[in-house]
């Protein structure tokens, strides 16, 4: 198993290619600084103002992700002077981010505590794991050549948000914000670095490192990790324990109404000394010391201090106190379907480059539509990509983005063993094919293939499979299938 993968595996990677290519984006360059800043001042605005289509916007941004990677590899070839480039260039970088964001918060009228500042304020063990199968997402696209994944894996490592809390706690001097998205920033920033050397190891990358040295990489990479799960595993029991807490606290006040009420809102907070509880009650009949009822209880359950506050709202029966607060329910459900509608549109109109009345939301059919503005070297495949990373987070919605008519990749083929054996299309091939059919169908435009009539063919199949609408024009000799437009823009 060592031998092939060495052979087929590491064997097939240009390591020169990938070393100078992670190196020249390590620089700490003017244009670097300003991606730096942009992202960071587009991420705080966002979270002033609890947007996730904004803060999104300043993950794609972010150039901070180069010189983790640059840590990283450099760690595995063991080029120190390389190293000392990139530690530098993130430290800069981050310092900068942190100091820029502070300054915005401390001009901004708005300081307020957002739900998407409070969101990176208490990294989990859960955090952690996201940082290294997004690290491996990104070691791998790198490795491989397929930068392509490098926007999702931004999105989901989320570097600059959390900078751009640290700069918010500073700036309204919050230690508990401060601290707490330091926490997560270090803890995302480590975890790539040492998992983007695990990778580069693990494909063969390797210079002046001796077994010895290689050995104790091992051992601190192991270690750093122990070191971070530890803390994140009790975060995480924390976060595991107020859920058992909300659902012991909502038990406990339906059980002082004897069930024949229904809690339309319940709130707790954690934080306060002691802790406490307050929920809007639906009740046919007004209940005399409910709340000191449900203090005892939830005292004795939880084995702490707990401060109860009811409202109690009078309706005529148990019948009617559950239309009541399906009635609420309803109410909040609409208003959280328009929000997520709204936040879609924002999101989509973001990465389209359109305003946000260029955007078509259905939302009875959950569908949202647009066409994207033609961006300086986007490709195809950029647009593809942006489309598949929203529909991802939005699973129960239709999300189709139009891209611009960029040019169609070519489509390459194969024979497999035998002498008789069909064409069919190798693994560049397959996505060449899924990409002009998603592109065709979102365009509307028909795609003219060119090439040998065999191949011409066998691809017109798998597109009109696709329900791609193709017109083949078959030609002699031999090479890749050619996809083009059959108009102009």
């Known amino acids: 198993m060592l031998h092939w993968w060495g052979r087929e595996v590491a064997g097939t990677v240009d390591q020169v290619a990938v070393i100078e290519t992670r190196r020249a984006e390590c620089a700490l360059s003017a244009r670097y600084l300003l991606m730096t800043c942009m992202s960071a001042g587009i991420a705080i605005l966002g979270l002033i103002q609890g947007s996730a289509a904004v803060v999104i916007g300043a993950m794609l941004l972010s150039p901070l992700m180069d010189p983790i990677m640059g840590v990283g590899f450099a760690l595995a070839i063991g080029d120190y002077k390389w190293l000392r480039q990139s530690a530098r260039s993130l430290a800069v970088g981050t310092l900068v981010a942190i100091l820029f964001t502070a300054l915005v918060v401390w001009a901004s009228p708005l300081q307020t505590i957002t739900s998407e500042i409070a969101s990176r304020t208490r990294p989990s063990l859960l955090d952690l794991g996201v940082a290294i199968f997004s690290s491996v997402a990104g070691a791998y696209a790198m490795i491989r050549g397929r930068l392509g994944t490098i926007v999702g894996v931004a999105i989901a490592t989320a570097l600059m948000p959390p900078l751009a809390v640290v700069g918010f706690g500073l700036a309204t001097l919050n230690a508990t914000v401060f601290w707490g998205a330091l926490f997560l920033f270090v803890t995302n920033l480590t975890a790539i670095a040492l998992t983007a050397t695990a990778m580069a190891r693990l494909y063969g990358f390797s210079a002046s490192l001796s077994d010895k040295q290689t050995r104790m990489q091992t051992v601190l990479i192991i270690a750093a990790f122990i070191a971070l799960s530890v803390p994140l595993f009790l975060s995480l029991r924390q976060i595991v324990w107020e859920a058992q807490a909300t659902r012991q606290a909502t038990a406990t006040v339906e059980e002082v109404f004897g069930g024949r009420a229904t809690i339309s809102q319940l709130a707790p907070s954690f934080d306060a000394e002691p802790m406490q509880v307050s929920a809007t009650v639906f009740t046919p009949q007004i209940v005399g010391e409910a709340e000191q009822q449900a203090e005892r209880l939830l005292t004795e359950r939880l084995g702490r201090e707990v401060d109860v506050t009811l409202t109690q709202v009078r309706v005529g029966s148990s019948a009617q106190a559950q239309e009541e607060a399906q009635l609420a329910a309803a109410r909040s459900a ?95 091939g397959q996505q060449a094919l899924e990409l002009i059919g998603w592109a065709q169908q979102r365009t509307g435009v028909p795609v003219r293939l060119s090439g040998p009539a065999e191949t011409v063919a066998a691809a017109g199949s798998v597109l009109a499979g696709q329900g791609a609408e193709v017109l083949a024009a078959a030609e002699g000799g031999s090479g890749p299938v050619s996809a083009s437009w059959t108009t102009g823009e």
């Open 334 to 428: 609409e208003a959280e379907a328009a929000a997520q509608a709204a936040d879609i549109a924002e999101r989509l109109s973001l990465l389209a480059g359109v305003p946000v009345d260029a955007v078509t939301v259905d939302r009875a059919r959950r569908r949202a539509m647009v066409r994207a503005r033609p961006l300086d070297g986007a490709s195809l495949a950029a647009y593809f990509e942006l489309e598949r990373r929203i529909d991802a987070t939005e699973p129960e919605w239709d999300i189709r983005l139009t891209p611009p008519l960029r040019p169609l990749p070519s489509v390459t083929f194969e024979r497999g063993e035998g002498g008789d054996a069909a064409l069919q299309p190798t693994t560049q």
